[in-house]
């Protein structure tokens, strides 16, 4: 009898938790979680998720317990994992923006570069890799692990810190001024290197960033469906940005088509008018799944 394949992905527990539950359902796998159980379930019996620590998912990956993973860019290389790196994910609690690993000082210290801080002390949860940004820059300092709340302890404790941010808006609230980006990072989706020369685990890896990176392109766009009268849909078409050429097709009254597209949906409050305009008529805007290349 033979055993069915399974593949043991591993997903960032705490802050990146929900999002991620949210963007694996827009891919089409719908993950629950139980006050009684550690293991979540999900509903493709391929799949055994574990949650664990994002900082700790690269190293379970790179030793084989877990097939893949998704963690950020920063803990693969603070860990220095050997994995494959399958794809990038721009997804984030606040913004679309990529998270940052920044140097910063308080705003009243006589710090300007990092060159400064030779002799000094720097608080930051990246040891590994502050200690590589120093050496880089031939800065000898002494680096401390930070257990949390490391921008207060920039104030009394210490003389600079490594913290991530993704907008800085709460280091300028804590009076702290960006000396400089150690490391712009973004969530991965990674494989263990055996695993990923197993063939089947590589197709069910490559599905799974396959449908999750359409559903991530998908956050950011929308479907619009309008008609328009066939003497005008030249005027219409050159005003229409596009994912690719929309699609048009002809309607059952004579004269009239039907034209729809994929836009980006930040620009649609000014682009409906400018359809409106050149002659569309029952204008329809739609929320996307999935927006695969």
């Not at 963007?23 to 139980?34: C, E, Q």
């Not at 006050?35 to 391929?46: G, M």
């Amino acid at each position: 009898m033979s055993t069915k394949p399974i593949l043991r992905l591993g997903l960032p527990k705490g802050s990146l938790q929900e999002a991620t539950i949210e963007k694996m359902a827009k891919a089409g796998f719908n993950i629950r979680l139980s006050s009684r159980s550690y293991i979540p379930s999900v509903d493709d019996d391929e799949l055994d998720i574990r949650f664990i620590r994002a900082q700790e998912v690269s190293r379970y990956v790179e030793h084989g317990h877990l097939d893949a993973g998704i963690t950020g860019l920063d803990w693969i290389r603070e860990n220095g994992s050997k994995v494959h790196e399958i794809g990038e994910f721009l997804f984030s609690k606040a913004t679309r923006q990529p998270s940052r690993w920044v140097l910063a000082v308080p705003e009243k210290s006589p710090v300007k570069s990092v060159q400064d801080l030779a002799g000094k002390r720097i608080a930051t949860e990246v040891v590994n890799l502050t200690r590589r940004y120093l050496r880089k820059h031939r800065v000898k300092a002494e680096v401390e692990f930070s257990w949390g709340a490391t921008e207060v302890k920039a104030h009394e404790m210490v003389d600079a810190i490594v913290e991530l941010t993704e907008t800085g808006s709460s280091l300028r609230a804590n009076q702290l001024r960006i000396i400089d980006t150690l490391l712009v990072s973004t969530p991965r989706l990674i494989a263990n290197l055996t695993a990923w020369k197993d063939g089947w685990k590589r197709r069910k890896i490559e599905t799974l960033a396959l449908l999750l990176q359409g559903a991530i392109e998908a956050e950011a766009k929308v479907g619009l469906k309008m008609n328009v009268e066939q003497k005008n849909l030249a005027k219409l078409v050159a005003s229409l940005p596009a994912l690719r050429n929309p699609t048009i097709s002809s309607l059952s009254q004579p004269g009239w088509v039907a034209v729809e597209t994929i836009i980006d949906e930040q620009i649609v409050r000014e682009l409906i008018p400018q359809l409106k305009a050149a002659g569309a008529e029952g204008i329809i805007e739609y929320p996307l799944n999935k927006v695969v290349y």
